[in-house]
Nanobody, 112 residues
Framework: EVQLVESGGGLVQPGGSLRLSCAAF????????MSWVRQAPGKRLEWVSD????????RDEGSVKGRFTISRNNAKKMVYLQMNSLKSEDAAVYYC?????WGQGTQVTVSS
């Protein structure tokens, strides 16, 4: 069974950092590009970052460039999103996606 399980969300103050993790199960992880997407309340799903299968190429949405870093560990079947300098507008449910599947999401709240 394919599963993507996110973790690492929580409450952080503006300017703070969080590291999201996504564990992959049930598919050949190393063959697939992976993405992080987010959805804020009342807003559309928004692509945040993606990384190719080997981990050597990444792309970031404009508003997170220089603040967020996507990475992966194919041996551990994990993908990460390091989020620094968090802003209130980064608050959302963050989803890990790959191989056509989605995780259940992890909530990120940015508030003082």
């Amino acid at each position: 069974e394919v599963q993507l399980v996110e973790s690492g969300g929580g409450l952080v103050q503006p300017g703070g950092s969080l590291r999201l993790s996504c564990a992959a199960f049930g598919f050949t992880f190393r063959r697939y590009a992976m993405s992080w997407v987010r959805q804020a309340p009342g807003k559309r799903l928004e692509w945040v970052s993606d990384i190719n299968s080997g981990g050597g190429s990444t792309r970031d949405e404009g508003s997170v460039k220089g603040r967020f870093t996507i990475s992966r560990n194919n041996a551990k079947k994990m993908v990460y999103l390091q989020m620094n300098s968090l802003k209130s507008e980064d608050a959302a449910v963050y989803y890990c996606s790959g191989s056509g599947y989605w995780g259940q999401g992890t909530q990120v709240t940015v508030s003082s």
